[in-house]
């Protein structure tokens, strides 16, 4: 069976250090998501952004202290892509209507900062953002739990936990990532995780048919050796697909402009985990379940004798 | 190996003619134009209106197209850029006056046999073209308390008729309590009143001389159905009246409505006008009472008191009845009073309204009659509930007041005039919104997004370029690493694109966002997925020493169940976001979904065409692939 394969790379000789690091990353993930969770977009949380472009260069400071003195001291200034664009988030406000913020702090931008004008304004209302967030939740959950029915008819159970545990993996560690760097989660965002869990299961089913069907098909017994040819055989698949797909990220986030750039990074992240984790959190998993060739054994019918 | 089946080519043939036919009027961007159409409902663009509008246009310098008649009586102006577009605009609104609307559009210039055939460019979302987003909440409290109490009079009324002596009719929320001073007046009120309101459930008696009525939760969404049903008419009559090209105005949930309006960029003007519920009442005044009585505020029976705005807020006491509503009115124009030149307000009533106005105004020659204007302001306020939360409520004040009284000379019939505005801009708003008719219930504006048009072309060639560069990195890596079946696989990945756009621009309903062109991005490095399955399949099977033809086949088989679970998995999930996300990412989901349909597609029988091609047809076969 070796013979067949393009790589002989020993993958499961240190399948142990890499289990380490996965839980040490998911736990890591799960422990800032439960501490400081994550950084939610407008979307999530209601309130006001507008974004605006001066004729030069705009100058953070200048903007905050332009924004002194009004009702929006709290904004978030951010730069938007170029020098010359800034986005400016104010959260709910308690003494202002909430849909007269973004009328009021364009008039307040462009009076107090010449050049500067607002391209874009856009308010969430408190509601909506709490609805977004449920439903985004919500999202995500039946994303997982149907990908969870698929693995559970498509594979026998050993398989479809390992898949399983794989994809969960993947999206801890992308969301454990948004946590700590504070990268803002908004609905494109959500996309991007959406999108890598279909990726993820899809890099995961295609080692893991590989290993089922050379346990069925070869006479060797050793499991190790079964899955290190399998993970042999796939690798050149495995990289060629994330390649492909990170390339067309890459220029996502290089040319894709400031909405898609947390999209991509959500992506590139998640498709660089989800590359690894098919080979080692599928095969760990596998290993601890101490798979073997008898789990392959179409099982023949049973004589009605057991019974009393 | 197997003969290709022909019919696949044939279907692979067909499939790329047709996506690529109804792909091609993406080719023809749409040019900026003004639109000029009747304020009038129905009515048409006159030929001398067109012509002064082309002499204006002469006159000012402008380039611009001969001008065509297009659908619905509406007339259209082609010009090179936006700017001209801008200018136009300025300029024709400022002269055609209140008679017309001049809206911007973009004009299609699609060849004639592409639109005949029903080929049109594909749907940009306002992320892309620039606009407003608005969604509007319905205030439902409203609307459900306004009814409650015209049920509750009824029950008054019903049981005064039948000479059944009651104590009170409460409301609370949903419920209705009528009250007896004994149990043997709610027992023969029960019956009648049972029969009377087919609209409740009469609650089993928690306690005697009280009985209850429930509102049926049938009754509660119908009347809930039909405020919301009618907003959205009412928004949409004033969507229209602003002059917008291709509005959206669509019902969402239970209680919500989205209003989209693209290429807008006076998003204040679009909300002033959307949220507001002003209308008119016609009253008499009442002259029974000295003007002290109305200095107390404490108004005498079949009475109210208003302000007269314009004369310093003094009190006027009105007759209750009303002559005629602003719902009765069928058109309302801005105008000014040819003596003194004030703005004013011509309106017509329909025959009901003025049958009425007929018939009081006869009989009231020489009283004074008022116009009395009513508006109701929602807005949200911040409260603190009863977890010591703060939330934002809507909150709805109604103002009303006189603007106008005036000594009636002669029977007045269906037409007639309303001064007392202070400027030509609230007539011109006031004759809107009698135009449009009054919104059935409060709205208040929950989600706004603006996008400037300048941003909007932005984002357009940044999905382009990304789209672009990807395509190139992707295109190139598949041709080094898989030589002629990298060929393959590029011609089948632009294939799709082509099926991809053309299946967009088909489906009248799809919509291209900017999350949408990562969507096809995306599908297009996951694509070519399918190919790179199959081709390490061949290549094992080729090291195996298996025949080139036969690897082939194997290849194709033994990737296939691998090549669907991929896609199966990502389908899923691209269903859950279009039913969980919203406008922009709804996008994301569609073109992901097409993308993996037509990317299965072309990258399995697409290739597989083409691999016949080459190594097929010929008697020998193939001793190498250059794969």
């Known amino acids: ?23 040490i990353l998911v736990i890591g ?112 959950l039946m994303a997982l739990g149907l990908m969870l ?32 760097t504070r990268w803002t989660f908004d609905l494109t965002v959500l996309a991007a995780v959406l999108a890598l869990i279909g990726y993820s299961l899809n890099d995961s089913i295609v080692v893991a048919d590989r290993i089922r069907e050379n346990f069925r098909d070869t006479r060797e017994t050793d499991p190790e050796k079964i899955i290190n040819g399998s993970l042999n055989e796939t690798l050149s698949r495995t990289i060629n697909t994330s390649f492909t797909t990170l390339l067309v990220l890459i220029a996502l986030f290089f040319f894709g402009g400031e909405v898609m750039r947390a999209f991509s990074e959500a992506l590139l992240v998640g498709i660089a985990v989800g590359t690894y984790s098919s080979i080692y959190v599928v095969t760990n998993m596998l290993f601890l379940m101490k798979v073997d060739k008898q789990d392959f054994i179409i099982p023949e019918k049973k004589e009605v004798d057991d019974m009393p | 190996m197997t003969r290709y089946p022909r019919w696949k080519f044939f279907l692979l043939m067909a499939v790329l003619f047709v996506c690529g036919l109804y792909a091609l009027p993406n080719l023809f961007p749409d040019a900026p134009a003004v639109q000029i159409s009747s304020a009038k409902a129905g009515g048409v663009v006159s030929d001398s209106a067109s012509q002064r509008v082309l002499r204006q246009l002469d006159q000012a310098g402008l380039e611009h197209g001969p001008g065509e008649h297009i659908d619905g009586g509406s007339w259209l102006v082609r010009f090179s850029d936006n700017d001209s577009q801008l200018r136009a605009r300025e300029l024709l609104a400022g002269s055609l006056g209140d008679d017309y609307v001049v809206a911007l559009n973009l004009a299609p210039t699609t060849p004639g046999w592409l639109r005949a055939i029903g080929a049109s460019p594909m749907n940009l979302g306002l992320d892309l073209r620039g606009g407003v987003h608005f969604l509007l909440q319905v205030d439902m409290d409203a609307v459900v308390n306004q009814r409650m109490e015209a049920w509750a009079g009824q029950i008054k009324l019903a049981l005064k008729n039948e000479g059944i002596r009651y104590r009170d009719v409460q409301q609370d929320g949903q419920q209705l309590r009528v009250q007896f001073a004994n149990s043997e007046d709610a027992d023969s009120a029960r019956t009648l009143l049972r029969n009377a309101l087919p609209e409740f459930s009469l609650d089993s008696e928690p306690e005697q001389r009280v009985l209850v009525f429930n509102l049926n939760p049938t009754a509660l969404k119908e009347m809930q159905d039909y405020a919301v049903d009618q907003n959205r008419t009412a928004l949409n009559n004033r969507v229209n009246e602003l002059g917008v090209a291709e509005p959206v105005v669509q019902r969402q949930g239970a209680d919500r409505i989205v209003v989209q309006l693209p290429g807008v960029q006076d998003a204040a003007q679009a909300r002033r006008i959307l949220g507001r519920t002003a209308t008119l009442e016609f009253r008499l005044v009442n002259q029974d009472y000295p003007a002290s009585r109305a200095a107390t505020g404490v108004a005498p029976p079949g009475t109210e008191i208003f302000p007269f705005r314009s004369q310093g807020d003094r009190p006027v006491i009105l007759d209750r009845a009303k002559i005629a509503t602003g719902d009765e009115v069928t058109n309302a124009q801005m105008g000014f009073d040819p003596q003194n030149g004030t703005p004013q307000v011509n309106v017509s009533l329909d025959s009901a309204g003025a049958r009425r106005m007929q018939r009081v105004t006869s009989q009231n020659v020489g009283n004074p009659m008022a116009v009395l204007f009513i508006e109701t302001k929602t807005e949200m306020r911040s409260r603190t509930n009863e977890n010591g939360e703060t939330e934002q409520v809507p909150v709805s004040t109604t103002d009303r007041y006189v603007i106008n009284v005036a000594t009636i000379q002669d029977t007045l019939g269906s037409r007639f005039r309303i001064t007392g505005l202070d400027s030509p801009a609230e007539a011109s708003e006031l004759a809107l919104l009698l135009r449009a008719g009054s919104l059935a219930a409060p709205v208040t504006i929950i989600e706004e997004r603006t996008i400037g048009p300048s941003l909007g072309a932005e984002n357009i060639e940044a999905g382009l370029k990304s789209m672009a560069l990807g395509m190139v990195l992707v295109l190139v890596f598949m041709l080094v690493w898989y030589k002629v079946f990298g060929i393959f696989a590029n011609v ?42 199959i081709y390490e399949r061949i290549r094992e099977e080729l090291k195996k020493g298996v025949r080139p033809r036969q690897a082939i086949d194997e290849g194709y088989a033994k990737a296939f169940s691998t090549i669907l679970d991929a896609n199966i998995t990502t389908m899923i999930v691209a269903v859950i976001l279009f039913s969980a996300g919203t406008g922009s990412v709804q996008g994301f989901a569609v073109t992901l979904f097409i993308g993996i349909l037509s990317s299965m597609f072309t990258a399995i029988v697409g290739t597989r065409a083409m691999v016949e091609m080459v190594y097929g047809r010929g008697a020998r076969p193939p001793a190498k692939l250059s794969i």
């Open chain 1, 1 to 23: 069976m070796s013979n067949k394969a393009p790589f002989s790379i020993n993958f499961l000789g240190i399948r142990r250090v890499f289990a380490a690091l996965s839980i």
């Open chain 1, 29 to 140: 993930s799960i422990g800032l998501l439960a501490t400081q969770g994550l950084n939610l977009g407008m979307d999530f949380t209601g309130g006001t952004s507008v974004v605006a472009k001066g004729e030069n260069e705009v100058i953070i400071d200048d903007v905050r202290s332009a924004l002194e003195g009004t009702p929006f001291e709290e904004a978030t200034v951010v730069r938007y892509g170029s020098p010359r664009d800034i986005s400016i988030r104010v959260p709910t406000l308690n003494d202002m209507p909430a849909d007269q913020v973004g009328p009021r702090l364009t008039e307040v931008v462009e009076s107090k900062l010449p050049g500067v004008k607002v391209l874009q304004v856009e308010f969430v209302g408190p509601q909506v953002g709490d609805e977004l967030r449920d439903e985004s939740g919500l999202a995500l």
């Open chain 1, 149 to 180: 029915v698929y693995v559970w008819f498509r594979f026998t159970n050993k398989f479809g936990v390992a898949t399983v545990v794989a994809l969960l993996h993947d999206v801890i560690i992308v969301l454990g990532l948004f946590s700590l």
């Open chain 2, 492 to 533: 089948a990945l632009v294939g799709n694109l082509l099926i991809i756009v053309g299946i967009m621009s088909l489906i009248p309903g799809a919509t291209l966002t900017l999350p949408g062109i990562a969507g096809i991005v995306l599908t297009v490095g996951m694509a070519v997925d399918a190919n790179v399955l």
